[in-house]
């Protein structure tokens, strides 16, 4: 197995993106035993704790400024996500539209991170969005199941990147992972990399689905983070949507917990991505806590972190009217895209 | 907090710099993202200007001098309470026996539990207001007195209300009898805690009892005797009497009590278990401790990080059974402190009544000057210290949380209780070295181990002499288990079955 390819994005250290690892770090993807020694070596996560600790941190208070601050920045942060079966491309647009302008009485309402649509949907979305600055994610790789042959896995992520692109949501082997081929997932991940490089222009980014759901323990989370991180994902991703559960607390502090030590190791910078069954801005604000106090400040920006969510802008718009307006004025007064 | 900055639009994008100096915030850096105040409201405490004692089912002033009692957040005096005499304390002790003879004694256990479940009920429904007054009274953060006092408080009623018709299927013989009139003294740490730890089992057991609450955090058990108006207990059956160490004694010499209970120092205890020696009286004393938590290089560590600060940073370290000597295994210890640092540093510390506050005030002047003291003997004896880079408040009395490393076992750091926000840490090398330093201390309250090896827990755990090992946690409580030391941590159970020997005539 060789080292990551560096050839995309290698960024200067504190900042994010991907890039040369240290020594101690290339040692441990020399080969598969390698690559399980060191997974395996990785401290323990006790289910007791880190659910105590996150139940914990969810009692913050975040009142007044404070409050009207995460919004915003969570309103920044949200990939606005429609990944149906009967997407069409009309609702895409649609979609784009509230992506732009999430909230039409209020001008000053920042923008969503990006749109997160199916890759054959990919070409309207970046037509719509041109020069808007918001990102179009694709998810790929024989999403959410992740069961197909590599050349369609790869296959789909050239044709999402080549319609335009800019960030790939990939799924990982989890079948693979689960019976151990370490080796294998790792693999995977630096093809779909490497097939984000884009000739022309800047690299899409790669956020790697570890589906949390079906990982199961919150050591399984742990090493499939690190997984990510060492194949170079510039983004870790809870979950696709489509299993329950999808995103929660605990599942992602561990995952803040690993791109925090991964940037005290390499000085890289990576991000996190809860996805599914966020949908209240009380939620959000627990989310954005834990960014704070897990990871630490530098994350609490879009580069670090995302909300994958569909519902949840309408609710974060609801609060920011609530916020500035001094009442709640409910669900008829946003619009439903 | 008086200087907190208003909350304005402009402190949206404002830097961490910019209000970095209020003493609420966390460790100074550079956060896009300040929380704002937010502060529970003081009126919920429905603070009285004066409060007296409870006697024979009535509020009644005391004869002894009156002491005013301190918010230790601001110095504010709260309240002006009145104190025992010890004609008072005589007549409690009677009053507390007439009730016992005529009405407690004798009621059925089911009757009784009546009563004790409603003082539970009574407690949660008044929780935000007392979880309110403890903050006030006592200065620990009301994420703590909402989340664990209170709550752990009114489960310790519940839990004893059920025993109270079960006695006889508790181990004890057939039909176990009560003691008779239990004379109660309670620590400043966990007032109404404490309070609830001490009342329960005595109620349900068909004891009567005369507490007396601790001198600088009166309120919560006065309001505590208040519930158990509401409740409708027979009078007599809960007296309250605040007051000093003279009160405490002139309860605990009175001949008219058949069971002493006292939390608090092993100094006062070693004084109590003179006095009462050849009276008769039955006695428990739970005392001081200087517990180690132990971490092998196989355990969670963020998750040890966790229990480690828990251990100590918990209620600012005032816990007789804090985790305050960290045992670490030195293939990991470099590793753990720079973690533990990180993570230490995040702590929120400033005005107790913000829901956000992390740590909230040392209990007093005397108490805080103890800690200081007893830090600057860890720097003196070579100890390095780190402190938390968080800001004071500039009145009320604080202390950054304070991790000493490099620390042997003939420092005064390992060996003294300090009772605050200090962590000494000393690193081993095997398991048996471990548990030779963990139990290299003449007291024995409580211990922690961190591994994922099961058969590890096991075999350090026989080995501690500590009446609690928590494995891969810390501090947690619960009305069944059992607690309770070896040495001079003291001894007798509370909680759990074997905690209501204590209150019977076995």
Not at chain 1, 105 to 128: F, H, I, N
Not at chain 1, 212 to 233: C, F, I, K, P, Q
Not at chain 2, 175 to 190: C, E, K, S, T, Y
Not at chain 2, 245 to 274: C, M, W, Y
């Amino acid at each position: 197995m060789a080292a990551p390819s560096t050839t995309s994005s290698a960024a200067s250290p504190d900042t994010p993106g991907t890039g040369p690892l240290p020594p101690a770090l290339t040692d441990a993807v020399r080969d598969e035993a390698s690559l399980r020694r060191f997974l395996f070596g990785l401290p323990g996560v006790d289910q007791v704790g880190v659910e105590q600790r996150a139940a914990g941190l969810a009692t913050r208070s975040i009142k007044k400024a404070a409050k009207l601050w995460a919004i915003d920045t969570a309103i920044s942060m949200v990939d606005l996500t429609t990944l149906e079966g009967a997407d069409t491309p009309g609702k895409v647009r649609s979609l784009c539209a509230k992506a732009r302008r999430p909230d039409p009485d209020y001008p000053d309402v920042p923008r969503v991170a990006a749109v997160c649509v199916y890759p054959d949907l990919v070409e309207t979305a970046v037509a719509e969005l041109a020069g808007t600055g918001v990102g179009v994610a694709s998810v790929a790789t024989a999403f959410p199941s992740g069961r197909a042959n590599r050349r369609v896995k790869l296959a789909d992520t050239e044709l999402a990147v080549r319609a335009g692109a800019t960030e790939v949501d990939m799924v990982i082997d989890r079948g693979a992972f689960l019976s151990g081929r370490y080796g294998q997932v790792f693999e995977e991940i630096q093809a779909v990399k490497a097939a984000c490089v884009r000739e022309h222009g800047p690299d899409a980014h790669l956020k790697v689905i570890l589906e949390t759901g079906e990982l199961a323990t919150y050591d399984n989370v742990r090493r499939a983070s690190w997984l990510a991180l060492l194949a170079g994902g510039d983004f870790i991703k809870t979950s696709t949507g489509k299993v329950s559960p999808a995103a929660t607390l605990p599942v992602t502090h561990v995952m803040l917990q690993a791109v925090h030590d991964w940037h005290r190791l390499t000085g890289q910078l990576r991000g996190v991505k809860p996805a599914g069954g966020i949908r209240t801005t009380k939620d959000a604000v627990r989310y954005l806590v834990a960014v704070h106090e897990v990871a630490g400040p530098e994350w609490l920006s879009p580069h670090l972190f995302r909300f994958g969510a569909s519902s949840l802008l309408n609710d974060l718009l609801m609060q920011r009217r609530t916020q500035l307006e001094g009442h709640y004025s409910g669900p008829d007064y946003v619009t439903v895209d | 907090m008086t200087n907190a900055p208003d909350a304005n639009d402009s402190a949206l994008a404002s830097p961490a710099g910019s209000a970095g100096s209020t003493g609420a915030t966390g460790a100074p850096g550079s956060s896009p993202w300040e929380y704002a105040p937010a502060p529970e409201s003081r009126d919920i405490a429905g603070l009285k200007p004066n409060y007296w004692m409870l006697v024979d089912g009535q509020f009644v002033e005391g004869t002894g001098e009156p002491l005013k009692t301190v918010n230790p957040a601001t110095e504010e005096v709260l309240a002006e309470v009145s104190t025992a005499g010890p004609a008072d304390v005589d007549k409690a002790v009677k009053a507390a026996r007439r009730a016992y003879e005529r009405v407690w004694g004798r009621m059925p256990g089911a009757e009784r539990a009546k009563y004790i479940f409603r003082i539970a009920r009574l407690i949660q429904e008044r929780a935000r207001e007392l979880a309110v007054l403890e903050t006030l009274d006592n200065g620990k953060p009301i994420r703590e007195s909402r989340d664990v006092d209170v709550p752990t408080a009114a489960a310790h009623f519940f839990y004893h209300a059920g025993w109270a018709d079960k006695l006889g299927y508790a181990g004890y013989g057939p039909d176990p009898r009560p003691l008779g009139v239990a004379g109660q003294v309670i620590p400043w740490n966990f007032p109404l805690l404490m309070a609830a730890w001490k009342i329960a089992p005595a109620l349900a057991c068909g004891n009567t009892v005369v507490l007396k609450p601790a001198e600088t955090t009166p309120l919560t058990a006065l309001v505590l005797g208040e519930i158990c108006q509401q409740a409708d207990l027979p009078p007599g059956v809960v007296n309250i009497l605040p007051g000093a160490g003279d009160v405490g004694a002139e309860l605990v010499n009175h001949p008219g009590v058949n069971k002493v209970a006292f939390t608090g120092s092993t100094e006062v205890g070693k004084l109590i278990q003179r006095s009462v020696a050849g009276t008769g009286k039955k006695l428990t004393l739970e005392l001081g401790g200087k517990a180690a938590n132990i971490v092998f290089d196989d355990a969670p560590l963020d998750q040890a990080v966790e229990g480690i600060v828990n251990g100590i940073f918990f209620n600012q370290g005032h816990v007789c059974c804090a985790g305050s000597r960290l045992l670490v295994q030195e293939s990991v210890a470099e590793e753990l402190l720079d973690k533990l640092h990180r993570r230490v540093a995040t702590l929120r510390l400033g005005d107790p009544l913000d829901k956000n506050t992390d740590i909230g005030a040392i209990n007093s002047a005397e108490q805080l000057a103890k800690i200081t003291e007893l830090a600057a003997s860890g720097e003196a004896e070579g100890a390095r210290r780190w402190s938390s880079p968080c800001a004071l408040p500039d009145k009320g009395f604080f202390f950054a949380p304070t991790v000493f490393s490099d620390v042997h076992q003939a420092m005064r750091i390992a060996r003294e209780e300090i009772f605050g926000p200090v962590l000494s840490v000393l690193t081993f090398r095997t398991p048996d070295e471990a548990v030779a330093k963990a139990n290299n201390t003449p007291y024995g309250l409580s211990a922690g181990v961190w591994t994922d090896k099961g058969s590890r827990i096991l075999w350090l755990a026989q080995r501690m002499r500590a009446g609690v090992v928590w494995a891969n946690t810390f501090n947690r409580f619960d009305p069944s288990a059992p607690f309770g030391g070896y040495q001079e941590s003291g001894f007798g159970r509370e909680g759990g079955r074997t905690g209501l020997e204590a209150y019977l005539d076995v």
